[in-house]
């Protein structure tokens, strides 16, 4: 399965910006999509993921009542909507998919997206 990010870009604290992200060329039966994110210095992180029924949403504490993860009308597209953005959140976003069972693990993740870049000016 490939990942295509996109989205992201350069916002205010307290602003809002949207990152997407589109998996194509397989099937994510048994799969959750998420997101994690990389700051410079730091190691990749959890920031949230959906199962793919879309009933099951999970957020890191960093992020839990200012991100939102949705499923995009389209088939195999997840949303993440960020509102009320800080500067800590500026880092690299990363699409993932993986077995629902291996979430917020970064090393078990079976597919990557490319990454996409998120900053917030203070």
């Known amino acids: 399965v490939q990942l295509q990010a996109s989205g992201g870009g350069l916002m205010e604290a307290g602003g809002s910006l949207r990152v997407s992200c589109v998996a194509s060329?397989?099937?994510?039966?048994?799969?959750?999509m998420g997101w994690f994110r990389q700051a410079p210095g730091k190691e990749r992180e959890f920031v949230s993921c959906?199962?793919?029924?879309?009933?099951?949403?999970f957020y890191s504490d960093a992020v839990k009542g200012r991100f939102t993860i949705s499923k995009g009308n389209a088939d195999m597209t997840i949303h993440l909507q960020m509102n009320s953005l800080k500067p800590e959140d500026t880092a690299v976003y990363y699409c993932?998919?993986?077995?629902?069972?291996?979430?917020?693990?970064?090393?078990?993740?079976?597919?990557w997206g490319q990454g996409t870049l998120v900053t917030v000016s203070s």
């Open positions: 060329g397989g099937t994510l039966n048994r799969h959750a």
């Open positions: 959906i199962s793919w029924s879309g009933d099951m949403k």
């Open positions: 993932a998919a993986g077995y629902t069972e291996n979430w917020p693990w970064p090393g078990k993740m079976n597919s």
